[in-house]
């Protein structure tokens, strides 16, 4: 054989060697290739895994963040609308002294007073409703003084002589009285009306 066929064959056979060790190697990186992105697919999942409980955590935070601050929109507005309800009333009563039937009230606020106090008794009232308290008094056989002592939407306050005993019976104290304790009373109307869209 000559050394030329030798060097052919060993050529061949080198080459065979090499193809077969190239392809080992390629088989070799393919499955490292294989397994570092499965290891990889398990870090990033174990990576999830563990961040979920975080994940959930701060949604949960924020959805209940997001509820807490509806619940405060939806109070201020129900406030508002309940001071608007109430401011509405207010203009009504400081103009109650014009209205035609003033009179039928400050007899009736005049008249729970002296049955509150009894007489001896000393009202004041707005210097406006002056001529009307001594209408509504004049003639009894009472002990009832009568003073021009302050500015009122209308109403009478009553004291005892002796100073003891006051009823304040004004538009504005009954007012207060009303509203304390009706404000629950029109939140849970609004509510009903929000609720059954009313």
Same mark, same amino acid.
């Given at each position: 054989?000559?050394?030329?066929?030798?060097?052919?064959?060993?050529?061949?056979?080198?080459?065979?060697?090499?193809?077969?060790?190239?392809?080992?190697?390629?088989? *070799?990186?393919?499955?490292? +290739?294989?397994? #570092?992105?499965? @290891? &990889?697919? =398990?870090?990033?999942?174990? $990576?999830?895994?563990?961040?979920?409980?975080?994940?959930?955590?701060?949604?949960?935070?924020?959805?209940?963040?997001?509820?807490?601050?509806?619940?405060?929109?939806?109070? *201020?507005?129900?406030?508002? +609308?309940?001071? #608007?309800?109430? @401011? &509405?009333? =207010?203009?009504?009563?400081? $103009?109650?002294?014009?209205?035609?039937?003033?009179?039928?009230?400050?007899?009736?606020?005049?008249?729970?007073?002296?049955?509150?106090?009894?007489?001896?008794?000393?009202? *004041?009232?707005?210097?406006?409703?002056?001529?009307?308290?001594?209408?509504?008094?004049?003639?009894?056989?009472?002990?009832?003084?009568?003073?021009?002592?302050?500015?009122?939407?209308?109403?009478?306050?009553?004291?005892?002589?002796?100073?003891?005993?006051?009823?304040?019976?004004?538009? *504005?104290?009954?007012?207060?009285?009303?509203?304390?304790?009706?404000?629950?009373?029109?939140?849970?109307?609004?509510?009903?009306?929000?609720?059954?869209?009313?």
């Amino acid at each position: 054989m000559p050394l030329e066929h030798i060097l052919a064959v060993l050529e061949e056979e080198f080459e065979a060697q090499a193809k077969a060790v190239e392809a080992e190697a390629a088989a *070799e990186v393919e499955q490292l +290739l294989q397994q #570092a992105e499965a @290891d &990889a697919d =398990r870090i990033r999942q174990q $990576q999830l895994d563990a961040i979920q409980p975080r994940i959930q955590a701060e949604q949960s935070r924020r959805i209940n963040a997001a509820r807490m601050d509806a619940q405060r929109t939806l109070l *201020e507005m129900k406030s508002a +609308l309940v001071e #608007a309800v109430f @401011d &509405a009333a =207010r203009g009504q009563l400081k $103009q109650a002294r014009p209205r035609p039937h003033y009179g039928e009230v400050l007899s009736v606020l005049v008249e729970e007073v002296l049955a509150e106090l009894g007489t001896p008794a000393r009202l *004041e009232i707005d210097k406006r409703d002056l001529a009307l308290v001594v209408r509504l008094v004049d003639g009894r056989n009472d002990d009832i003084v009568v003073e021009n002592a302050f500015e009122t939407w209308g109403g009478v306050i009553g004291h005892s002589l002796d100073g003891l005993i006051t009823v304040d019976n004004t538009l *504005e104290a009954r007012f207060a009285r009303v509203q304390e304790q009706f404000r629950g009373e029109i939140v849970a109307l609004l509510e009903d009306e929000a609720l059954h869209g009313g």
